[in-house]
């Protein structure tokens, strides 16, 4: 079992910025992924960035240029957030993906993110 811990949410201003932070516990296997997914109100959760444990990086279209994923160790990984909209405005979550054989997928509980003036 993975746990993972997020922080960092909260009110924003537009324009203004957060940095999300999550750190895994509990695995004795090497976690192979680490992202963020989002999901606002009556909508589906989408991939926000993900991280490698090599480091490659991905990102959903919205958020381009704008958030920035990365790894403190093998088991923390932040997301800084600029620029950001109204529209950005949702739980986000982070995920772990350990893979023994086959891929297992752990979720945080979510913090909330509000882009409102």
């Known amino acids: 079992q993975v746990q993972l811990v997020e922080s960092g949410g909260g009110l924003v201003q537009p324009g203004g910025s957060l940095r999300l932070a999550c750190t895994a516990s509990g695995s004795s296997f090497s976690i192979y992924t680490m992202g963020w997914y989002r999901q606002a109100p009556g909508e589906q959760r989408g991939l926000v960035a993900v991280i490698t444990s090599g480091g490659s990086t991905n990102y959903g279209d919205s958020v381009k240029g704008r958030f920035t994923i990365s790894k403190e160790n093998a088991n923390t990984v932040y997301l800084q957030m600029n620029s950001l909209k109204p529209e950005d405005s949702a739980i986000y979550y982070c995920?772990?993906?350990?893979?023994?054989?086959?891929?297992?997928?752990?979720w945080g509980q979510g913090t909330q993110v509000t882009v409102s003036s």
């Open positions: 995920r772990a993906e350990v893979r023994r054989g086959m891929a297992y997928y752990y």
